[in-house]
């Protein structure tokens, strides 16, 4: 079985073989790019090469890309801890030809790497197009020689269905694609492949981009000077499927950051982990580990905790990890260390981490350091809300105590949110709204609160209620407040 470390070595090599350029991964926050909040995607450093506005002396590329997706049009921060397959922070192995090969090349070489590399069956793989690419449809089931049971036409722009037509965010690069997913479950028993599959059985791990188009604010879609390719194959993912286990954090991409938590809690490090994986409180080592991985690679690449833009999204995800720290019994700042193992496992491949590393943990535990002050009194107060409205038969938490754990005990309202799920309650998100605006529209209280746990005058990145998401012109300042 190949392991994470020889995953990344057999894509490179594989492509270098055929004549592509190894570039190394950028930093995940964006150096010269204002319409990104995170690197989301391999493609995000050769954005001006695919519009044509950039030439370089390779037309063929490829690299490990670390990937930071909380915010903006690519968030994946609800879906950690409750699904297997999304991460905030993942590598991404990428191919590019910039106007060089096409459609037929780039699906050969991904099937070959699917097949001879990863070793895949064939039986347990399924394919996504877009709905009119019938060049596509044809490359697979004639060229390739799938079933055509096995490839599914999804999508229709025209209609808003952004199915398999990718674009880095409301504007820029962007084409129909073609996916590669692989049956996580086939004991589950035959079924269709059809609209609505159940993409926890069936996961997506790679995506073929045919970038043919250039999105302008308005969203019209102006073809490019030339047609280029864009892949991105999951690294965790690969790494799930090639080690037989369905979920991202069963993999030894975990494994020392999990120990570093058993060390720090006492735990046996060499306890079995499979026993581990199936206990109750998984999920909680799970998020923190995620968590810890983004907050470590964004600090080191040169991110700032602050309340707003990039930093609040940063201080959000290390809130929550903290909580979580809580449940598991840490009562005083404990991710900086996770933090340093981070930095020793990805220490080789990142060298980057390593020269920042020291500096980083030392901000990481300064933040948590001030979310603990002040963590037990908001717990208090969360739990006898919970209770206060449990026994009124209630089954949401009013405005007034979401505004309070803010303000007061720095729990940002997308945290309280989570406790309150987990409870089986839901928010009053109206009355918190109104209390936000009164709060805001006096600078005074602005500047009482403002310091209280290191919670200001923030906003918010997050995309809108489903799916909808608001322009990276404006992503600073959106006015949603959760
Ligand atoms: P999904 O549909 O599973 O959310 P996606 O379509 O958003 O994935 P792409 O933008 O196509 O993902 O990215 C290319 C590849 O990167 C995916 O096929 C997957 O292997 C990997 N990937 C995407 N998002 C995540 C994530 N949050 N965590 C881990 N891997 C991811
Ligand atoms: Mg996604
Ligand atoms: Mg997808
Ligand atoms: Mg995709």
Not at 61 to 71: D, E, F
Not at 88 to 110: C, H, P, Q, V
Not at 135 to 146: A, R, S, V
Request: with cysteine; aromatic share 12%; charged share 30%.
């Amino acid at each position: 079985m190949m392991t994470p470390n020889e995953l990344r070595q057999r894509f490179l090599q594989f492509f270098e073989e055929r004549d592509h350029r190894v570039v190394a991964s950028s930093p995940v926050v964006p150096q010269a790019d204002p319409t990104l909040l995170f690197t989301n995607a391999g493609m995000n450093q050769f954005k001006d090469l695919l519009l044509g506005n950039e030439t370089r002396d390779y037309t063929r590329a490829a690299s490990v890309q670390k990937c930071v997706r909380a915010g903006g049009k690519h968030n994946d921060l609800d879906e950690v801890g409750r699904d297997g397959r999304h991460l905030t922070f993942f590598e991404m192995l990428g191919n590019w030809s910039f106007g060089d090969y096409y459609k037929r090349e780039s699906i050969k070489w991904a099937w070959k790497f699917v097949l001879e590399e990863l070793k895949l069956a064939p039986e347990r793989l399924y394919v996504t197009i877009y709905k009119d690419d019938d060049e596509c449809f044809d490359i697979w089931t004639q060229e390739m020689g799938l079933d055509p049971a096995r490839v599914l036409r999804l999508g229709d722009i025209e209609a808003g269905d952004e199915e398999n037509f990718w674009s880095m965010g409301p504007t820029g690069p962007c084409g129909p694609c073609t996916e590669i997913h692989y049956d996580l479950h086939p004991e589950y028993g035959p079924m269709t492949f059809g609209v609505g599959y159940d993409e926890d059985r069936i996961n997506e791990i790679w995506n073929l981009v045919f970038m043919e188009f250039n999105r302008d604010e308005d969203g019209t879609l102006n073809p490019l000077p030339m047609k280029s390719v864009d892949t991105g194959l999951g690294l965790d993912r690969a790494a799930m499927v090639v080690a037989g286990r369905d979920n991202v954090f069963h993999t030894d991409l975990f494994t020392p950051i999990f120990q570093s938590l058993f060390e720090l809690l006492g735990q046996d490090v060499g306890r079995d982990l499979d026993a581990f994986y199936k206990s109750d409180n998984f999920t909680d080592y799970a998020v923190i580990a995620d968590h810890v991985r983004t907050v470590t690679f964004a600090i080191c690449d040169g991110a700032k905790f602050a309340n707003d833009g990039r930093g609040y999204v940063l201080r959000r995800i290390l809130r929550r990890a903290v909580r979580h720290g809580r449940n598991l019994g840490f009562d005083a700042p404990f991710l900086h260390r996770v933090a340093a193992a981070v930095v020793e496992a990805y220490g080789d491949i990142y060298p980057e981490l390593r020269a920042t590393g020291q500096e980083a943990a030392e901000l990481i535990r300064l933040e948590e350091e001030r979310f603990f002050r002040n963590l037990d009194r908001g717990l208090e107060l969360f739990e006898d809300a919970a209770a206060r409205a449990e026994s009124e038969g209630k089954k949401t938490l009013s405005g007034q105590e979401v505004f309070q754990l803010h303000a007061t005990f720095g729990f940002p309202p997308d945290l309280t949110e989570i406790m309150a799920e987990e409870r089986g309650m839901s928010i009053d998100w109206e009355s918190y709204e109104s209390l936000w605006k009164e709060h805001q529209e006096t600078s005074r209280g602005k500047d009482m609160y403002a310091d209280a746990a290191g919670v200001g005058d923030w906003e918010t990145l997050e995309e809108g209620p489903a799916n909808t998401f608001v322009g990276y012109g404006t992503l600073e300042t959106h006015t949603t407040l959760r």
